[in-house]
């Protein structure tokens, strides 16, 4: 092999290489991308689950002052701060 063939021969080796790693860069930032949209989905899925369970226990203890309320005028037990 000449060394023009070999120079050739190498040229052509480290273009091959350099777009194959350029694909395998691209493909871990998609899959790195891919990873970060399921764990923000994640962390908004269980605020969401949160807010709707804050929302029902503010519900139940609005629903219980009021039946404080009543208990307390029914029996003339005064209670502060209702």
């Known amino acids: 092999m000449s060394d023009d063939q070999f120079t050739k021969l ?3 080796m480290q273009d091959s290489f350099d ?5 395998v860069d691209s493909k871990a ?4 991308l891919d990873n970060l949209i399921s764990t923000i989905d ?3 899925k269980r605020l969401d689950d949160n807010e709707v369970e804050q929302a029902s226990r503010d519900r139940q203890f609005d629903r219980l002052l009021e039946w404080a309320r009543k208990v307390s005028e029914k029996t003339g ?5 209702l």
């Open 10 to 12: 190498f040229n052509y």
């Open 19 to 23: 777009r194959l790693e350029k694909k």
């Open 29 to 32: 930032s998609q899959e790195s």
């Open 42 to 44: 994640g962390f908004v």
């Open 77 to 81: 037990v005064p209670l502060e701060n």
